[in-house]
Structures are given as C-alpha cells and as structure tokens.
C-alpha cells in the first residue's frame, strides 16, 4: 500500500485536501454498504411477493424502475457522510444500535419486523463512516487502504444491484424453467437473506458502536469533561427509546420518528456541542429523509407484510384459539 500524499511537500492546504479525499472514500464505503443492503431487501422482498399469488401488485410496484433515485443515491449519499463529520456519524449510530436493542429484546413490539432493516440505511452508512475513520486513525496508508476499500465496496455494490435486477427482470421466468442458478438458490433459500444480513447488521453495529465511543471520548480532557457529555446524552436517548417503543403501538409515520430523533439530537447538541455538530445534525435529517425516500415502495411492502405476521400469530395465541373454541361450543 501507499500514501497518496507522502512524496508531495507538507503544505497546509494539501493536508485539507487529504482529508477531505479520506472523508470522501469513508463515505463512499458507507454509501456502498447501504445501496448491497437495499439491493438484497429488494431481492428478498421480491421473491416473496412472487411466491405469493395475493401480493401481485407489490411485486409489479418492487420492478419498478427509478432511474433518477437510483443513480444520484450513491453519490449524494456519499456527500452527506463525508459533510457529517465522525462526531455526528458516531451518535447516529450509537442512537440506531439502542433502538435496534430495545426493538429486540421487547416481546410483541415489532422485534422481527422486516422494516428495521430498511430503517438503519442511513445509520449503517454513518457506523461504516465512524468505524473506518477509528480503524485508519493515525495510519500511514489511510489514503491508499480507503482507496482499496471504497474499490471493493464499488464492486459488492454492483454485484447487488446487478441481482437485483436480474431478479426482477428473470426471476419468475428461470424459477420455473430451472434453468438459472441464481434463481434456483434463491427459490429454494431465499428465505435466508433476512437472517444474513441480521448477522452482517450486527457486526457492523459492534464495530461502529466501540469505535464511536472511542471517537467520542477522544475529544475530553479527563472523567468530569466526559460525564458533562455522556450524562446528557445517555438521558436524551434513554427518553428517545421509550417515546420509539409507546409510539410504535400506534405506528407513527417514519418520518415523523426522524424529525423527533433529530430534533432531540439537535437540542442535545446545542448544549453540549459543537456548531459543527449543529450543521451534521442537519445534514443527518436530510439524509435520513433521503433514503426513506428511495425505498418508500418497499417499506409499504415491508409494513403489509408485517402486519400480516402479526395478525397470523394473533389468530394462532392460545387466548385467540380459545376464544374461537368458545364460540364454536356456544354456537
């Protein structure tokens, strides 16, 4: 490997610009895991729908193309990472992994629901962001090995959009015929994709989790500078994932859950941050829009296809079994 700036003069202004190209790959990388996620739920959903002769309209909806969302995603994507900064990446990813705990361990709250995974996009592409910067702090290769990552990242990207569409294009044609080998794996396990990227989602968390609070506890001087900031911000989330876990009984739309993380984070920040942080706060809303609004189709189908869980395991509980006996012997 090699620095791209170790053989050039040590001007101030080079040392921006490198940088500014390092912020600029570690959200590229972060962009790239969000569109390999989105492509895979795609394909997931996808193979559902055409599995289930009730859910046309979903699948006809999923093959839509939108050419425009779908080419400015990556890069617009990457300009936002590279604008948040580590500070705000490392929050936002701390603030997804604890919903994402307290959506887990509460029975009966969604713990299982398919739409989580395409409401940690922008999340995850904020702990990739964090997790790279920790990783190559003080490296003498950054520069070269985010080149390599952001390289490799491109290419996974394309390989899942390149399924994506060969799946929606193909999928119910090579399904019945047997004849492609992709279709045929995916027939028989793609049932299995939620599962894999659950495990992929969790390491990654684990990563950015440590290495956003290693970030954050970079910038104080000693144990009372950290407990001004860590005290405020553990009750700031504390308050935010009980509002998430009444709220989602009544199924509050998805943006307004945003406006209220961000608001909270916003109000957080302006007491014990930086103005800096205030403008990545920003630039976290409009990302966090940003992608909602990409997979808008499929969080509707996320949303039908939850319900229809939850009312499947409604109508096999004991108590709705018992109900039923009930009025089959009265009747």
Same mark, same amino acid.
């Given at each position: 490997m090699f620095s791209l700036g170790s053989w050039l003069p040590a001007w101030p202004g080079l040392a921006w610009g490198w940088a500014l190209l390092d912020g600029l790959l570690q959200g590229l990388v972060g962009a790239c895991a969000v569109s390999v996620l989105c492509s895979l739920m795609k394909v997931y959903l996808? !193979? *559902?729908?055409?599995?289930? #002769?009730?859910?046309?309209?979903?699948?006809?909806?999923l093959r839509a193309r939108r050419w425009l969302l779908d080419a400015l995603h990556v890069p617009l994507l990457t300009a936002m990472l590279a604008a948040v900064g580590s500070r705000v990446a490392a929050l936002v990813a701390l603030e997804f992994s604890l919903r994402a705990a307290s959506a887990l361990l509460s029975p009966g709250k969604g713990g299982l629901s398919s739409q989580l995974y395409l409401l940690c996009q922008y999340s995850l592409g904020c702990g990739v962001y964090c997790g790279l910067g920790f990783l190559l702090d003080g490296a003498p290769h950054a520069t070269g090995n985010l080149l390599l990552a952001a390289g490799l990242a491109g290419l996974l990207a394309a390989a899942a959009r390149r399924l994506a569409r060969h799946v929606c294009a193909l999928y119910e044609l090579h399904s019945r015929a047997r004849y492609c080998g992709v279709c045929i794996a995916l027939l028989a396990a793609g049932h299995g994709l939620p599962g894999l990227l659950r495990r992929a989602l969790a390491v990654a968390f684990a990563v950015a989790d440590l290495a956003a609070v290693a970030l954050l506890n970079r910038d104080f001087l $000693? #144990?009372?500078?950290?407990?001004?900031?860590w005290t405020p911000l553990t009750i700031c989330y504390a308050l935010l994932v009980v =509002?998430? *876990?009444?709220?989602?009984? *009544? $199924? #509050? #739309? !998805? =943006?307004?859950? !945003?406006? !209220?993380?961000? $608001? $909270?984070? %916003?109000? %957080? %920040? %302006?007491?014990?941050g930086r103005w800096t942080d205030i403008l990545g706060v920003l630039v976290s809303l409009v990302g966090e829009i940003w992608c909602l609004l990409r997979v808008g189709v499929m969080l509707d189908v996320c949303r039908r296809q939850d319900l229809a869980q939850q009312w499947g395991d409604l109508s096999a509980s004991p108590e709705a079994s018992s109900r039923r006996s009930g009025s089959e012997m009265e009747s």
């Open positions: 996808y !193979v *559902q729908c055409c599995n289930d #002769p009730e859910r046309q309209a979903e699948k006809e909806a $000693g #144990p009372a500078e950290a407990a001004r900031f =509002y998430m *876990q009444e709220e989602q009984k *009544q $199924g #509050p #739309p !998805v =943006y307004q859950t !945003v406006f !209220v993380r961000m $608001g $909270g984070l %916003l109000i %957080l %920040l %302006l007491t014990v």
